[in-house]
């Protein structure tokens, strides 16, 4: 049988096949030499030099994988450190221009990536068969006017603090310059639009008729003697205009039912009614301060906002019904303290703690709330070389009352798929959709024609790298729609006025005026320099991790190879320094068998 005189006798030709030896089996047995006479320059030649080359390959790959274990973590926080200071923001940032307080605070700055304003109008082609029964309503999109977006953060200041949390305030800034290049029409492009002077004086009508009846009288009556100042006062007159795109969207433009309700005392001198609006350079000082969290006493707390327009607690401000010339009442904005307390980040940066599946919570001040946004189905994308996940709204957040009963803190009462903003804008009946009613349940909205919604173009998306937290890729999209109806009113003469009245209907009629889109995403140099700085980094470290725990195994393993082989060894050569004879007839007969 094989015993420890066989093995050893095996071990040690191995060793000397290993060393470089010739093979004795090509060797006549003749010519086989006594190991004891045979002079051995093999490194490996004692078990002592093989227990000290087992000990070195063992304390080697010891150090390897203590390295792995140790080192690697350590890269780990010095990539998180740097992900930090890039997120957070600090008075130290500001004194000493870091990148990424130059990035928040200036969009002029090549660390900021470009943000483009793009804005699709609706030009409604069939307004008198609208008007007067005959047809639905048609509309044709007309863009995009294309708009380079700045954004300036002006007196900015830390050191405030809420609840131990650093804050830093600053007026935010934006304007926007028509880019003719990339505009197909230039912005004196006539749109017939939805009348919103007449729409904004409705809303206002009856906010005061609320308050003193005999106001709702009073306007009817001065609105009705228009004529009297040589204007033709028709239905079409008050629910049609047609304005330039530039006065629709960022001048506002003066209505002669304004005028002369401004004259009657019924309607205040400053409404011109911009759906956006552009702040010049005289007025950007009087913009409201905005407040959000720095991110120094909690990663996950970075750029969230802690107040809106010097706001934490939503109100609006509206009229006194009971006399336009008081002071503006200061209520609540919506229907719960949730709902007006001001939460969420600012849409450009988040935790590092996003997961796939996960939810984000970004402040929307179109719509004045804070909305909730979901990783739907762990969907990734890549930009530029660099994976994100992509968030999309919820879908809870537009759903009505009756499909979820949270939203009644919204007014959410008509069909899913709308914000009602009406409380917002003086009671002014605008709503807030997705483009082309894209998402909404049009079943319980009259049809308009020309809409064809494309969740491709018309979803409103954060893509957020999650190392990170950063939203490198962002599309928010949204469409301002109108709602009109029949009007109906008494004046004090007893006269009934019956406005529209074609417009009747069981259905909501939402008369579609723009839809905008604020986009933008990290360029190929700033990605590059993001992977230089995160990937590379990261990849360093997840290479020396398996390369240290792989190869530092296999060194142990290898080591302790030769610790058995040592033991081997040495018994061996305790065999040979006790019977040198035996172990070489045993040797012979072990490799060439039995003559």
């Known amino acids: 049988g094989i015993n420890a005189e066989y093995m050893g006798t095996v071990f040690n030709r191995i060793i000397e096949v290993m060393s470089g030896d010739r093979d004795p089996l090509y060797q006549s047995p003749q010519s086989v030499q006594?190991?004891?006479?045979?002079?051995?320059?093999?490194?490996?030649?004692?078990?002592?030099?093989?227990?000290?080359?087992?000990?070195?390959?063992?304390?080697?790959?010891?150090?390897?994988?203590?390295?792995?274990?140790?080192?690697?973590?350590?890269?780990?926080?010095?990539?998180?450190?740097?992900?930090?200071?890039?997120?957070?923001?600090?008075?130290?940032?500001?004194?000493?221009?870091?990148?990424?307080?130059?990035?928040?605070?200036?969009?002029?700055?090549?660390?900021?990536?470009?943000?483009?304003?793009?804005?699709?109008?609706?030009?409604?082609?069939?307004?008198?068969?609208?008007?007067?029964?005959?047809?639905?309503?048609?509309?044709?999109?007309?863009?995009?006017?294309?708009?380079?977006?700045?954004?300036?953060?002006?007196?900015?200041?830390f050191g405030r603090t809420h609840a131990g949390k650093p804050i830093v305030t600053y007026q935010d800034y934006i304007y926007y310059v028509f880019d003719k290049f990339a505009s197909p029409y230039p912005e004196d492009t006539p749109i017939v639009s939805a009348n919103l002077v007449f729409q904004a004086l409705n809303g206002l009508l009856r906010v005061w008729a609320s308050g003193n009846p005999m106001t709702l009288g009073g306007f009817v009556a001065a609105y009705s003697d228009v004529t009297q100042f040589g204007f033709n006062n028709t239905d079409f007159s008050r629910l049609f205009t047609t304005q330039s795109t530039a006065d629709l969207i960022w001048n506002g433009y003066q209505d002669i039912n304004l005028n002369v309700l401004v004259q009657a005392g019924f309607a205040p001198n400053n409404l011109s009614a911009p759906y956006v609006g552009n702040i010049t350079d005289q007025q950007k000082y009087t913009i409201p301060y905005d407040s959000i969290y720095t991110g120094e006493e909690n990663d996950a707390d970075a750029r969230s906002y802690f107040s809106y327009h010097e706001q934490s607690y939503l109100k609006v401000s509206l009229l006194d019904p009971t006399n336009v010339a008081n002071p503006p009442l200061s209520l609540p904005l919506w229907g719960t303290d949730e709902a007006n307390f001001v939460t969420g980040g600012d849409a450009t940066q988040f935790p590092s703690t996003v997961f796939q599946g996960g939810y984000v919570h970004a402040f929307i001040s179109e719509v004045m709330r804070t909305v909730r946004l979901k990783n739907v189905g762990g969907r990734t994308v890549s930009i530029n070389g660099i994976d994100c996940y992509r968030f999309t709204i919820d879908e809870t957040e537009l759903q009505n009352i009756e499909t979820n009963p949270l939203n009644a803190a919204y007014y959410s009462n008509g069909p899913n798929g709308?914000?009602?903003?009406?409380?917002?804008?003086?009671?002014?009946?605008?709503?807030?959709?997705?483009?082309?009613?894209?998402?909404?349940?049009?079943?319980?909205?009259?049809?308009?024609?020309?809409?064809?919604?494309?969740?491709?173009?018309?979803?409103?998306?954060?893509?957020?790298?999650?190392?990170?937290?950063?939203?490198?890729?962002?599309?928010?999209?949204?469409?301002?729609?109108?709602?009109?109806?029949?009007?109906?009113?008494?004046?004090?003469?007893?006269t009934v006025y019956d406005w529209f009245p074609h417009l009747k209907s069981n259905k909501m009629r939402l008369i579609p005026?723009?839809?905008?889109?604020?986009?933008?995403?990290?360029?190929?140099?700033?990605?590059?320099?993001?992977?230089?700085?995160?990937?590379?980094?990261?990849?360093?470290?997840?290479?020396?991790?398996?390369?240290?725990?792989?190869?530092?195994?296999?060194?142990?393993?290898?080591?302790?190879?030769?610790?058995?082989?040592?033991?081997?060894?040495?018994?061996?050569?305790?065999?040979?320094?006790?019977?040198?004879?035996?172990?070489?007839?045993?040797?012979?007969?072990?490799?060439?068998?039995?003559?």
């Open 418 to 494: 709308l914000v009602n903003l009406t409380r917002a804008e003086q009671f002014t009946p605008i709503f807030v959709t997705k483009p082309h009613f894209f998402d909404v349940d049009t079943s319980s909205i009259e049809k308009v024609n020309g809409l064809q919604p494309n969740p491709m173009i018309h979803e409103s998306y954060l893509d957020i790298e999650p190392n990170s937290g950063g939203c490198l890729n962002a599309a928010k999209r949204l469409q301002i729609n109108l709602q009109v109806s029949n009007l109906t009113f008494s004046g004090l003469d007893g």
């Open 34 to 157: 006594s190991p004891s006479s045979s002079k051995r320059c093999c490194p490996f030649c004692s078990s002592t030099k093989i227990w000290v080359f087992a000990i070195v390959l063992t304390l080697v790959g010891l150090s390897l994988i203590g390295v792995a274990q140790w080192v690697t973590p350590y890269i780990d926080e010095q990539i998180e450190d740097g992900i930090r200071d890039f997120v957070n923001l600090s008075l130290d940032g500001q004194i000493n221009g870091k990148d990424s307080y130059k990035g928040w605070s200036d969009f002029h700055d090549s660390n900021a990536p470009p943000v483009y304003f793009n804005v699709y109008m609706f030009n409604i082609t069939n307004p008198v068969e609208y008007l007067t029964g005959k047809e639905e309503l048609k509309v044709k999109e007309v863009g995009p006017f294309v708009y380079r977006e700045y954004r300036e953060k002006l007196n900015v200041t």
């Open 513 to 595: 005026i723009l839809w905008m889109e604020e986009v933008g995403t990290m360029t190929e140099s700033q990605a590059n320099d993001f992977k230089d700085s995160i990937y590379k980094a990261k990849s360093l470290s997840y290479y020396l991790l398996w390369v240290g725990y792989i190869l530092g195994t296999l060194l142990v393993a290898f080591g302790g190879v030769l610790f058995t082989l040592a033991m081997i060894r040495k018994g061996h050569e305790a065999v040979q320094a006790s019977s040198p004879e035996y172990f070489e007839s045993g040797y012979q007969h072990a490799v060439y068998g039995s003559a």
